[in-house]
């Protein structure tokens, strides 16, 4: 019976395998996957996500505003928009030309977007389609005109705040309708949009009377 040889690899050997194996597994460790290398930070995208999170009208239009400073042209500031898809109300083309034409901000109206040819063409301009315009009562009985702008974008020609207090109506009743009535309230006395405030304020004491609900303790008239 032939006696079977074990072979041993030498210890200085095996030191030498296993330290490479180690370094091997902390380079892997290490080295980032391509996909997860952080992209660098972009200002433009950066302000107009900010405007796309915020929570009231006026943030959202002062945060564009600052967008059409930052961003190098309107189809930088278009790409970025487009992430956004209810937050214009607008096309973007239309967007850009009217709030570069009614803008008080001079930086605003400086821009490299604003004073772009997509934006100021020098030839006749193209007639635009009928104006969405939503007649709304306020508060204390006037009736006003409103129309889409940022961050309050229309449905079926309405401002779709007003298309969606029936949902909240239909899901969390009286107390979902008050608590809209509340937020809107709360706005009236704002420069920017009280009187649309006190339109959709209206709105919701309209749908909480409908829907058989109790007026809320803090009703109150713009004349108030």
Known sequence: MRSRRLAFAHPAQVSVAVAGAIVAVLVGACTPDAGSEATPSDPCRATIDEAGAAAELREQVDLLDR???????PEVFAVNVQRHPTLLGWDVETYLSNRCRTVEDESVRRSRICTSEQVTPTTSPVVAAPEV???????????????PRAGRPFEDGRPRVLVEM???????????????????IEQIDDPLIGDEASVYAQHALDVLAFIQCDPPDTAVGDGD
């Open 67 to 73: 967008a059409l400073v930052i961003c190098a042209t």
């Open 133 to 147: 315009v939503y007649v709304g009562t306020t508060l204390d009985g006037r009736e006003i005109e409103i129309r």
């Open 166 to 184: 029936a949902e909240i109506a239909r899901r969390l009743g009286c107390d979902g309708v008050e608590a809209e009535y509340v937020r809107w």
